[in-house]
């Protein structure tokens, strides 16, 4: 199994601010990676998928970008209800593992 | 829009089973594929398996494979997941989502609260 590996695991920001999350994978591949944010009580919901495509209707602020073993994703001015936890998750071969996650908060 | 409606919360025995669906409208179902996922109360999603609806073919993680059948009914727009044999440790939230191309599972359901208990 491809294990995930996010970093860091959680962080304090504040409005405006850039912030960028890593997800490592066990093993590289090329680019079949997604990220999720995801609010208490609600599924997740797709950012990036493809590593690097912006899913649509997605703020223009978020991206992301890697392959191989590196990924990561960037919130390039952080706006109120950015503040979640988000999610990578494989979709190179199965089982379709996440990471552990990050936390963002204030 | 595009949407997936599961079904409601489940409180289970210990040993039984339980069966989530699915049900897809906004989107072609038949060219999509349908993961399942749970997640336990603060922990990150756990994949459980994948259907691909065209053809019924199915992929699960080693962990469920003994335990979990994924399927699909085209007439209805519907994906299944049936667990058996369930434990306490199986109590989380159960979620579908849909995908058109690799890595791009959207739209997911509300989830299913399924709660394992004796």
């Known amino acids: 199994d491809i294990q995930m590996t996010q970093s860091p695991s959680s962080v304090s920001a504040s409005v405006g601010d850039r912030v960028t999350i890593t997800c490592r994978a066990s093993q590289g591949f090329s680019s079949w990676l997604a990220w999720y944010q995801q609010k208490p009580g609600k599924a997740p919901k797709l950012l990036i998928y493809a590593a690097s495509t912006l899913q649509t209707g997605v703020p223009s602020r978020f991206s992301g970008s890697g392959s191989g073993t590196d990924f990561t994703l960037t919130i390039s001015s952080l706006q109120p209800e950015d503040f979640a936890t988000y999610y990578c998750q494989q979709a190179n071969s199965f089982p379709h593992t996440f990471g552990q996650g990050t936390k963002l908060d204030i | 829009q595009m949407q997936l409606v599961q079904s409601g919360p489940e409180v289970k025995k210990p040993g039984t089973s339980v069966k989530v669906s699915c049900k897809a409208s906004g989107f072609t179902f038949s060219s999509s594929a349908v993961q399942w996922a749970r997640q336990a109360r603060g922990q990150r999603p756990e994949w459980i398996g994948r259907i691909v609806v065209a053809s019924g073919y199915t992929n699960y993680a080693q962990k469920f494979q003994e335990r979990v059948t994924i399927t699909r009914d085209m007439s209805t727009n519907t994906a299944y997941m049936e667990l058996s044999s369930l434990r306490s440790e199986d109590t989380a939230l159960y979620y579908c989502?849909?995908?058109?191309?690799?890595?791009?599972?959207?739209?997911w359901g509300q989830g299913t609260l399924v709660t394992v208990s004796s």
């Open positions: 989502a849909a995908s058109t191309s690799t890595s791009r599972f959207d739209p």
